[in-house]
């Protein structure tokens, strides 16, 4: 349920397709669905569920508390987090059966020093994005030996910095993680690096699972079959015609031209339409429409050729706008544009045939506002 006029559309036949196309393109290696930030704020809940549906072997997210929310809404599959764990909070892992991610010779130092044992563990390789991860193959060789006694040493993985296109870089980092896997010669149930751009730019020779997140929304680069997911909608709320040089919104840094249309929309930067929005386009009614004036924490102005009556859809992205190009207009990327609708926007979960769930962080599990 939910009674704002705005909302992100979240299309699941156009999921489970690329869930299917990223598997094809998989050939067999194992899926690791990335459902970090919510799911790119898709909801985390909802696209475990369809790729664990299909198959993935397992879940990453970026915290211990983005796993364990995961395990109270019932999702039973393997988790991996990505980022670092600390060593006082092992025992919620293990509780919890989550797989940790082992960052550093350090970190595998107090790991080994918890005195907790049974935890599942994967190790990152930094191979040049210079962010977690062992550099030096000799300290991940001794952190396996200290901690493989007492826990499942289960995986080892790294992560490309530019897989969008071939290039050397990612080979340097393909060779190098290579090269520590030879070194280090254990029997990992799992050796991942790809990410979506990755699964379909480059095969390896090495890995037997690779970590797609983006892809499942339809967005990884060099991908034709991919389709769409999600949209983010609004409607007119008020609409009025204004005179010439009259100022819209604060600082009044846009000034009517004579006969046009002002329609205010429910939408501002509180969800995620941040202020540098303003200028960019919306879709409205076979029409493109212009944001005009500073974009307020709740609104924002639009400008019409003609009268559309209260309730007209409008289309920040979706399938006339599309997110890449909106990103590229804003100078970032769809993964910022995704993961900052905030979460007072309703997620509205979409099939062909009708809408197959709606969520509402305000308001689910609340009964008492029909
Ligand atoms: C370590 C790691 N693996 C995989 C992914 C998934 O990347 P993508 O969404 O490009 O598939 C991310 C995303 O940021 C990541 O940080």
């Known amino acids: 349920m939910f009674f704002r006029q705005t909302w992100e559309e979240v299309n699941l036949d156009n999921l489970d397709h690329n869930l299917d196309t990223i598997i094809k393109a998989l050939n067999r290696k194992a899926l690791f669905a990335i459902i970090k930030a919510n799911s790119y704020g898709v909801g985390d809940f909802q696209v475990a569920s369809r790729a664990v549906a299909k198959k993935a072997q397992y879940l ?111 080979k340097e980092q393909f060779d ?35 970590r797609a997140g983006i892809a499942m929304f339809g967005l990884a680069s060099n991908n034709k079959d991919l389709k769409p997911v999600c949209s983010l909608y609004t409607k007119i709320v008020h609409i009025k015609q204004v005179s010439e040089k009259e100022t819209i919104s604060y600082k009044g840094t846009y000034l009517t031209k004579n006969n046009e249309w002002i329609a205010t929309l429910p939408i501002g930067y509180a969800d995620g339409l941040n202020r540098h929005y303003q200028d960019q386009t919306v879709y409205v009614n076979n029409e493109y429409a212009k944001i005009v004036g500073r974009i307020c924490m ?51 979960y979409r099939r062909k045939r009708g809408i197959e769930k709606i969520d509402n962080q305000r308001l689910d599990n609340k009964n008492d506002c029909d």
């Open 60 to 170: 990453g997210v970026s915290s211990l508390d983005e796993a364990i929310s995961l395990r109270h809404q019932g999702i039973t599959a393997p988790i991996l987090v990505l980022n670092y764990v600390s060593y006082q909070h092992l025992l919620a892992a293990k509780k919890n059966n989550v797989t940790i991610t082992v960052v550093s010779f350090e970190h595998a130092q107090k790991i080994k020093e918890s005195r907790i044992n049974g935890l599942r563990l994967h190790f990152k390789v930094d191979t040049g994005m210079n962010r977690i991860g062992f550099k030096d193959d000799q300290e991940l060789y001794d952190a396996i030996i200290a901690l493989k006694q007492d826990h499942d040493v289960e995986g080892i993985y790294t992560h490309y910095l530019d897989s969008s296109e071939a290039n050397q870089i990612t």
């Open 298 to 348: 709740d609104q924002c102005m639009i400008s019409l050729k003609n009268y559309q009556p209260i309730d007209t859809v409008v289309e920040i992205f979706g399938p006339h706008i599309p997110i890449e190009e909106v990103a590229k207009r804003l100078d970032t990327i769809p993964y910022e544009i995704l993961t900052s609708i905030s979460d007072r926007v309703a997620r509205v």
């Open 176 to 210: 190098s993680f290579k090269r520590t896997i030879k070194r280090i010669d254990h029997p990992f149930k799992y050796i991942h690096l790809a990410n979506s751009d990755a699964i379909f730019n480059f095969n390896d020779d090495i890995s037997n699972a690779a």
